[in-house]
């Protein structure tokens, strides 16, 4: 056996390599095939039922405008009732039939179960679930010395899109319905200072990857992966744990243009309405996906070559030294510079939530 699976190891990638460049042609002129037809039998939205978990903000709030313009009933779930009215307002606008808000804690059972039990006795039915809450960080782990932090991060990124799925499914079974997951590049590109973000959002794709197979065709997935996108951490807004924003005074001393965030929601709503079971922006980010299967040295020495360019070592709540004010304070700076030693604090501390990012 060790003697086939050595000859194996030496003639499967080369072999498959060989066949894949050979038969790109024909996959690719099915894919544009499949991509027109379903753009003739896109999903009509109008008068069907939406939850949208993390609308407060970013994509979420995006994603909710996305398919107000395609006239669906909506329910808005977030932490910040205040921005979810005024995100409620806006979908009306915009040609919502319905809007409904609750505000709610994804990483609690009993709140998903609530806000799902109320859509369904409002509406009688769900069509589709967005699940895009998101929490992200920017420290390097081994400067980490409060681990109480861990847990929340797979709070946010894993089990808050697995709760109200979990309570959802057998409603979007009846339905027909379809589960959309905000998930990200870093599922499989690393990138520094965000291992434990990475492997939340790796373990997501993978359960979401699973129940592909489990739901078979009854309810459909799709998974949307994104590259550097312009959301609230982008524009210097974070989250503390009672909802407050947080802003930064200056812009990056690095500047990152990321991507139109309204061009991303759209995608994944149109996407989505297509029966798509991956949405991808940027596209051509695939490409690395190639490089880590059958040349992951040449995309480790890529990562090193741009750390080492970038200079010294520098860890703060944005990752760039910057100081950080609080939005409706009197320009007070909350910190500067400051490493993780310093930031991480107890659980249960109001502050306890500035190493991380919550983008609802």
């Known amino acids: 056996m060790e003697l086939i699976n050595s000859f194996l190891n030496v003639v499967v990638p080369p072999a498959s390599l060989v066949m894949l460049a050979f038969s790109w042609p024909a996959l690719s002129f099915i894919s544009a095939c499949e991509w027109i037809y379903n753009s003739f039998n896109t999903e ?5 039922v939406v939850i949208i978990t993390g609308a407060s903000s970013g994509i979420g709030e995006q994603i909710a405008y996305e398919y107000a313009k395609r006239k669906a009933n909506l329910m808005l779930v977030a932490r910040r009732e205040t921005r979810l009215r005024m995100i409620s307002e806006n979908a009306r606008f915009m040609g919502a039939k319905r809007v409904l808000i609750m505000a709610a804690d994804v990483v609690k059972e009993d709140d998903c179960r609530r806000f799902v039990s109320e859509t369904v006795h409002i509406f009688g039915r769900v069509d589709h679930l967005v699940n895009t809450a998101s929490l992200g960080h920017t420290f390097y782990f081994e400067e980490v010395t409060d681990t109480s932090i861990f847990p929340h991060l797979m709070d946010i990124n894993f089990w808050g899109n697995v709760y109200p799925t979990l309570v959802a499914l057998p409603y979007l079974r009846q339905s ?43 309810v459909g997935i799709t998974i949307a992966t994104h590259g550097w996108i312009g959301s609230e951490m982008t524009r210097g807004k974070f989250m503390v744990e009672d909802g407050a924003e947080m802003q930064r005074k200056e812009e990056r001393e690095v500047h990152v243009a990321g991507g139109p965030i309204e061009e991303f929601a759209k995608l994944i709503v149109s996407g989505a309405c297509r029966g798509n079971i991956y949405v991808k922006y940027p596209s051509w980010y695939d490409v690395f996906l190639l490089y880590r299967m059958f040349a992951p040295n040449v995309l480790n020495w890529t990562f090193r070559l741009l750390l080492s360019a970038n200079g010294s070592r520098r860890t703060s709540l944005v990752g760039t030294g910057m100081p950080v004010y609080e939005g409706n304070a009197s320009g007070r700076p909350l910190l500067e510079g400051a490493s993780p030693r310093r930031l991480l604090l107890p659980a249960n501390s109001p502050q306890s939530s500035l190493q991380a990012q919550k983008l609802e």
């Open 176 to 218: 027909n319905g379809r589960v959309v997951v905000n998930a990200s590049v870093e599922t499989w590109l690393p990138l520094p200072r965000m291992s434990l973000y990475s492997a939340a959002k790796a373990a997501l794709v993978n359960f979401y990857e699973t129940l592909r197979f489990e739901v078979k065709d009854d």
């Open 44 to 48: 009509n939205m109008e008068d069907k």
